[in-house]
């Protein structure tokens, strides 16, 4: 009797066991982009899909969590002792996959190539604020600024990972990209040009019990194949399933569709200095020609949600009491007459290549109240030549926020010192370089919400909507999306049975 009793003790323990580990270990394939990235050293590249291999392989000092919160990574925490200069106290016992000790040299290393010339990183003037990084001790680092910096750790948590000193200088920069090394969760195995980047668990993450699966595989497949694929079984998780396909996907009892609002969304650069949008009532009567509720019904296929200004619900800085611009197209007309065109105007459109339907949609609109455009498609790597040629009057593309802060997108439609910006707005630039020097939080977040008003009160961009992320994947796959639309997998695992 009494082994009885031990046998079913022992039984209702593994069975309790099993119920409290939902994860078994396998392969996650991922699908997240058509093609290979340029490469995989994180400082000479500046992409979404980029990003999302590397934040795999990679760590930073912080990191975003899945809402766009910061949260401690190779740094466990962090101190402003100066107004410009922030300590970080970092993770003991921490090593690249190479063996090579993680550091304070680590992080100063980084930094530094991050802030040479001679690196290319091609979102340098989102870091051009850091001065350098000085060693305290082995596991104590200072990151020194320019000047006050409140928004310090959203540039090193979007942009910043940390690379290894001696492997770097042993191997050089061209073997680093094609065989990267870092302290993240996967480890670099291999890379089938053209077809996938495989990657193996990293056993010893500082971060116990992660990852929950064996290994990742990044495959590329051509966007007309992705949902076939998902379909197939030959992949777990598709990043961008097409609105198109949700019915699809959502009937097939061993798939699911997920779904979140992201940071992401079709922001407009408009010439602010000269020609007829340099006139405030004609940047409203922009404003209230877009027909919002039509644009997300046919663009995103209904997954999205307007917004006010170029700001969203989420980040900082976003000042949630700013309400949409109306449709109105008869109240845009009149102020398109008060402002001296009574019968319209014509003007150059320049329009991502991606973005052509939304393009249309936006142009369709605005023909309606008077307003012709031209639109000319332009790719990644003809837009800033594009846009500089002095054509256009108005430029449109897909903006995610790698910052989660609204200052971002912010600044790339409209800094005068952006490389996508035309004329720039003085009082702008003032109000943008004074929320980032304010040193103290409270201060900053009440001038980033006072900025986002000014944006919206000047119309200073065609305002139009935030994304829905939707993902298709495998039922048994648990995966948590970020806002960013950048995931990090760690921890990601598959339900049994």
């Known amino acids: 009797m009494k082994t009885a009793s031990v046998k079913t003790a022992l039984f209702c323990l593994l069975q309790a066991l099993l119920a409290a580990s939902p994860a078994f270990c396998r392969v996650l394939n991922v ?16 992409s979404e899909k980029n990003y999302t291999v590397c934040w795999q392989i990679f760590d930073g000092l912080v990191r975003f969590d899945p809402d766009g919160k910061i949260e401690p990574a190779l740094a466990v925490s962090w101190e402003r002792v100066e107004s410009d200069r922030m300590r970080f106290h970092l993770r003991h016992g921490v090593a690249f996959h190479n063996g090579e000790p993680f550091d304070s040299e680590a992080v100063r290393f980084s930094i530094e190539r991050y802030l040479d010339p001679a690196t290319g990183f091609p979102a340098m003037y989102f870091i051009d604020s850091i001065s350098r990084a000085e060693v305290v001790d082995q596991y104590t680092v200072d990151i020194v600024t320019k ?183 008869a109240k845009a007309k009149r102020l398109l007459a008060e402002a001296g065109y009574p019968d319209g105007f014509t003007m150059e459109f320049l329009v991502k290549k991606n973005a052509e339907r939304f393009g249309n949609i936006i142009a369709a609109d605005l023909g309606k109240v008077g307003v012709k455009l031209r639109i000319t498609l332009v790719s990644d790597a003809e837009m800033i030549a594009e846009f500089r040629s002095g054509r256009y009057g108005m430029f449109t593309a897909d903006v995610p926020d790698p910052l989660c802060h609204a200052s971002f997108i912010q600044w790339i439609v409209l800094f005068s010192k952006s490389p996508y910006a035309w004329g720039g707005d003085a009082r702008f630039d003032d109000l943008l370089t004074g929320m980032m020097s304010a040193s103290d939080t409270g201060r900053s977040r009440q001038l980033a919400e006072d900025l986002d008003r000014y944006v919206y009160d000047n119309a200073m961009s065609v305002f139009t909507y935030q994304k829905t992320a939707v993902y298709g994947i495998n039922r048994k796959l648990h995966f948590t999306p970020y806002v960013s639309r950048m995931p990090q997998l760690y921890g990601a695992f598959f339900y049994e049975e």
């Open 31 to 46: 699908c997240d982009d058509v093609s290979d990235p340029m490469t995989l050293d994180p400082l000479k590249q500046f």
């Open 147 to 329: 000047r006050p910096d409140a928004i310090l750790l959203n540039r090193l948590a979007g942009l910043i990972l940390i690379v290894p000193p001696k492997y770097l200088k042993e191997k050089g920069g061209d073997h680093f990209a094609r065989h990267p090394v870092g302290t993240g969760a996967f480890v670099f195995q291999d890379w089938v040009k053209g077809e996938r980047i495989e990657l193996a668990a990293n056993k010893n993450y500082w971060l116990a019990g992660y990852p929950k699966v064996d290994g990742l595989v990044f495959k590329f497949i051509p966007s007309a194949k992705q949902v076939e694929a998902l379909l197939a079984g030959e992949i777990d998780l598709l990043t961008d399933l097409p609105g198109t396909q949700t019915l699809k996907v959502k009937s097939r009892p061993d798939l699911s569709v997920v779904k979140k609002a992201s940071f992401y969304t079709m922001p407009f650069s408009l010439n602010l200095s000269s020609g007829p949008l340099s006139s405030v009532k004609v940047r409203k009567a922009l404003n209230h020609a877009v027909n919002k509720a039509n644009l997300i019904r046919y663009d995103l296929l209904g997954n999205g949600s307007p917004i006010a200004t170029l700001s969203m619900p989420g980040e900082m800085g976003h000042d949630p009491s700013l309400k949409p611009y109306a449709y109105d197209p």
